[in-house]
């Protein structure tokens, strides 16, 4: 909707079928570039430019969201008026990891069963 680019990581090759499906499908495949890689390769590796938008969605019982908040934040990534929105289903358990790391939760907002947390850059 409007990104100049989009950069979409799974580890699953399963997962990663789906969204080629889906780029061809929206005819998007200048727009988005896609790995099926761990997130820390990923942003260790693959991360050339600042970052506006950060959205992660990893399967509801997995426990990485924060831990790629703080990746992010850590190898200063995301630019200083960026954003990154974590859904969860587990809202109470994100928040309270959310309290260890720099950053500002300035929204939640519930659609359904998935939470989303908009976070940016502590001042």
Aim: charged letters at 35%; hydrophobic letters at 40%; proline letters at 2%.
């Amino acid at each position: 909707r409007g990104a100049k680019k989009a950069i979409l990581c799974d580890k699953s090759k399963d997962a990663i079928k789906i969204i080629e499906k889906n780029i061809k499908k929206t005819h998007l495949e200048e727009q988005v570039e896609y790995y099926q890689l761990p997130f820390e390769i990923l942003l260790n590796n693959q991360i050339k430019d600042l970052i506006d938008i950060v959205y992660i969605d990893p399967p509801y019982k997995a426990d990485i969201a924060v831990k790629a908040t703080e990746k992010i934040l850590f190898l200063n990534l995301l630019k200083n008026d960026g954003v990154i929105i974590i859904e969860t289903d587990e809202k109470e358990r994100e928040l309270k990891n959310l309290t260890q790391i720099e950053a500002e939760i300035f929204d939640i907002r519930k659609y359904g069963r998935a939470n989303l947390i908009f976070l940016k850059r502590k001042e």
